[in-house]
């Protein structure tokens, strides 16, 4: 089959599970009573889709990370540790950042596009199957659940590391049997649904928590951590902490990655993932390929240390450019900016006489004011732009220029409302002793990556990485 005819099958089953979107259930009642009714009806319905394809995740030892921040990052690391260990290793990752297929990945590889269109076809012949016994239409998230079943079912997968989408207690995900769970950082974010305090947020990520598996956490904050340990006890799981500074110490912080030491086994870990908060996602990631080994999974110590070594994440800290040095990064929360601005100075320094330039743009939805206030004192110019996704509005780009006034910014700001615009502005205005950063929402990052790395070539390529 030619690549003509395989992008023409990947984009038509793109199309048909997009079409599905907008049949997401309205928000309605936001009381926890009503949020919880409509997400157990959920996911019953996605219980009786599964049920319909054989329950394709039976047999299929499953680790299901979650977390309001590194949660994508963390489940890549380990995915990266499990493949470099010899394990025929499943990954989910939510949401993609320029195509769809980036969400199921076998080892390294992203799933064919022609089996990405056999799963789209059978998933949604159940669905109509489904739908013609109890009427209405299952919607995109329900969708997905089977074709990732399908997926590590047709690949023989030996171990799943699925990525919760949003929350955590009411995720679509949340239907898996996990041996193995893992809870990040916790901030605010989705407030809409989760709610606007701490430990709201945090009761829903502990909601991933299973009867007797344990759950390694680097939540630090105290109100989060008493969710987390209530939900255990009730459970009965094991909890494994992650910590700076107690289970490991960071050494270096730079443009071309970062380093730390485990404060247990004194085992040195090198990543090409710029970051300090790379730091905390990859310890978090060995504390959890060290809990799958005394589970008996067959993980040598030197595979965790070269799984570390190799994990790529795009979107996050990624250099894409050298001049003008340009750097993506989704940093889609408060708690996302502030560890991206504290590590600006590594992550992207300005030569003498350059300007640090941003191209920011965020979903309505999100916590807009407290970002910016983060960012603006590292930049000297503001690009504002509206991220482009289906059925999630971006916040006006006006709107957040004028966010940024009202914070005191002094700086030069520009107002591009389409994301390839603004980035040909940034592109058009900045002088080799510049640098650009592109951040805030993921969809910002996929709108503009392929730029770098267009969308075809990732698909038939099967890659994220240039080759």
């Given amino acids: ?95 993609y950042l320029q195509v769809a297929t980036e969400k199921l990945q076998l080892g390294s590889r992203l799933v064919d596009p022609d089996h990405f269109a056999d799963l789209v076809d059978e998933v949604l012949a159940a669905a109509t199957a489904w739908s013609a016994r109890n009427g209405g239409r299952l919607t995109y998230g329900e969708i997905w659940m089977g074709l990732i079943g399908g997926f590590f079912r047709d690949h023989n997968v030996k171990i799943g590391v699925i990525e919760v989408g949003a929350g955590g207690r009411f995720d679509l995900t949340n239907v898996i049997t996990p041996v ?112 799958l080994q005394r589970l008996g999974f067959a993980i040598p110590d030197g595979a965790i240390v070269a799984g570390i070594a190799k994990a790529r994440i795009p979107g996050r800290a990624e250099i894409v450019q050298r001049e003008p040095l340009t750097l993506l990064d989704g940093a889609h929360n408060p708690q996302k900016v502030e560890a991206l601005a504290r590590d600006i100075d590594q992550l992207l320094p300005v030569q003498p006489g350059g300007r640090r330039i941003a191209l920011f743009g965020m979903l309505d939805a999100k916590t807009h004011s407290d970002a910016l206030m983060t960012l603006l004192p590292k930049i000297d110019l503001l690009i504002a732009t509206s991220p482009r996704v289906t059925a999630k509005p971006g916040l006006d780009a006006e709107r957040l220029a004028e966010v940024a006034r009202a914070s005191g910014f002094t700086g030069e700001i520009i107002v591009d409302p389409e994301p390839r615009a603004a980035l040909d502005r940034a592109l058009g205005i900045a002088n080799r002793n510049d640098a650009i950063f592109i951040t805030g929402s993921l969809y910002l990052i996929g709108n503009l990556r392929g730029h770098w790395q267009p969308d075809d070539e990732i698909v038939l390529k099967r890659t994220q990485w240039p080759r």
């Fill in 1 to 95: 089959m030619d690549n003509q005819l395989r992008l023409h099958r990947y984009l038509d089953a793109v199309q048909a599970t997009d079409a599905l979107i907008e049949s997401a259930y309205a928000p309605g009642d936001s009381s926890l009573a009503a949020v919880e009714a409509r997400a157990r009806h959920r996911m019953a319905r996605v219980r009786a889709l599964l049920a319909d394809l054989g329950d394709p995740f039976a047999g299929i030892p499953l680790v299901h990370i979650g977390g309001t921040s590194g949660k994508g990052s963390t489940s890549t690391f380990l995915h990266s540790i499990l493949h470099s260990a010899g394990l025929r290793s499943g990954l989910h990752t939510s949401p």
């Fill in 180 to 291: 193995l769970s893992v809870i990040t950082e916790v901030g605010l974010d989705h407030i809409q649904t989760l709610g606007d305090t701490i430990e709201q947020i945090a009761w829903h990520k502990a909601g991933i928590i299973k009867a007797g598996a344990p759950v390694v956490t680097a939540v630090t904050d105290p109100a989060a951590l008493a969710r987390i340990f209530e939900e255990a006890e009730a459970t009965g799981s094991q909890v494994i902490r992650v910590i700076e500074g107690e289970t490991y110490r960071i050494e270096s912080v730079e443009s071309s990655g970062v380093a730390w030491t485990d404060l247990e086994t004194g085992e040195r870990f090198e990543s090409s993932l710029p970051g300090r908060f790379q730091a905390a996602n990859g310890a978090t990631a060995v504390a959890a390929a060290r809990a």
